[in-house]
């Protein structure tokens, strides 16, 4: 990865806390995203991202 560069289109999925739920979205064109209406509950919360890369 060179610095600065961006993934765009890569789903990220937040999940945990109390009580447990899983949360996902998908980065825009600058490799940014949000939950948007979502309430993130306390405690500890885990993210993965991945990346589908067709060749």
């Known amino acids: ?5 961006v993934f ?3 789903a990220v999925t937040v ?3 109390v009580p447990y739920q899983s ?3 998908i980065t825009d064109a600058t ?3 949000a939950l948007r209406g979502e309430y993130l509950p306390d405690r ?3 993210a ?6 067709r060749t």
Not at 48 to 53: L, Y
């Open 31 to 33: 490799g940014r995203f």
């Open 15 to 17: 999940w945990g806390g």
């Open 48 to 53: 993965t991202a991945a990346f589908d890369r």
């Open 8 to 10: 765009a289109g890569l």
């Open 44 to 46: 500890r919360l885990t």
């Open 1 to 5: 990865m060179e610095p600065n560069e």
């Open 23 to 25: 949360y996902s979205a």
